[in-house]
């Protein structure tokens, strides 16, 4: 994307209407998962790395050792430490809907990128309104592969996923995929911190003790912090 900037989480999407192809690994990329289904006659992997100085706006290529029809989507995640964990999952249903996996989200504020691709006939996906559509995209007919990639911010704790989308068409080979961000954490601070304020009274001088004893505090909601 030409908006990345340095230190973004980029993710790579690619999803091929061949389970016999060879897939290789676009340089400087690293690849997280994937794989093939023959039921499904598709291959489809998640690659990622961290953008740096002068990539934005340049291409990324992906090598095949035969013909095959694929979609290639890139997103660009900024305050992120990169993928916590993710699930693929290939179906051979007749249904023009798909369901993403469920994935353990162990804390609060995590990111959920979710992924729908279809083999067939279908041009389009109608996303749900728990994730934002991000990107879509669609190859030639017969046996091209329709991709919508979406995301979901702040979820968790838990399991998440499960999020059905729906394409314009029936088809039978889909994959869909449910991604889960960290979100990027400073090195340090963000603890509690506890104090004894009878301790802090116990360890003043007699005299603060006798002001202090004369004093009230007054604590009110109806100052504006």
């Given at each position: 994307p030409a908006s990345v900037q340095p230190g973004d989480v980029?993710?790579?999407?690619?999803?091929?209407?061949?389970s016999t192809t060879t897939v290789g690994n676009p340089a400087g990329w690293t690849r997280v998962a994937g794989g093939a289904s023959t039921g499904a006659g598709m291959q489809s992997y998640l690659w990622t790395r961290?953008?740096?100085?002068?990539?934005?706006?340049?291409?990324v290529r992906v090598t095949t050792s035969s013909?095959?029809?694929t979609s290639l989507q890139v997103a660009a995640y900024a305050n992120s430490s990169g993928v916590l964990s993710q699930g693929f999952t290939f179906s051979t249903t007749t249904s023009a809907s798909r369901t993403t996996p469920l994935v353990n989200a162990a804390t609060s504020g995590s990111g959920l990128v979710s992924i729908w691709a279809d083999k067939g006939s279908a041009s389009s996906w109608t996303v749900p309104a728990a994730a934002t559509l991000r990107n879509q995209t669609t190859g030639s007919?017969?046996?091209?592969?329709?991709?919508?990639?979406?995301?979901?911010?702040?979820?968790?704790?838990?399991?998440?996923?499960?999020?059905?989308?729906?394409?314009?068409?029936?088809?039978?080979?889909?994959?869909?995929?449910?991604?889960?961000?960290?979100?990027?954490?400073p090195p340090m601070g963000g603890d509690t911190l506890f104090s004894s304020m009878s301790a802090a009274f116990d360890a003043l001088s007699e005299g603060m003790k006798a002001t202090l004893r004369s004093l009230n505090a007054?604590?009110?909601?109806?100052?504006?912090?």
């Open positions: 980029l993710l790579l999407a690619g999803t091929f209407n061949s961290t953008a740096a100085a002068g990539d934005a706006g340049t291409v013909y095959a029809k007919p017969s046996g091209q592969i329709t991709s919508a990639l979406a995301d979901s911010t702040q979820v968790g704790p838990g399991t998440v996923g499960g999020l059905t989308a729906t394409a314009n068409a029936t088809g039978t080979k889909a994959v869909t995929w449910s991604i889960l961000l960290a979100r990027e954490v007054v604590h009110s909601s109806r100052h504006v912090f």
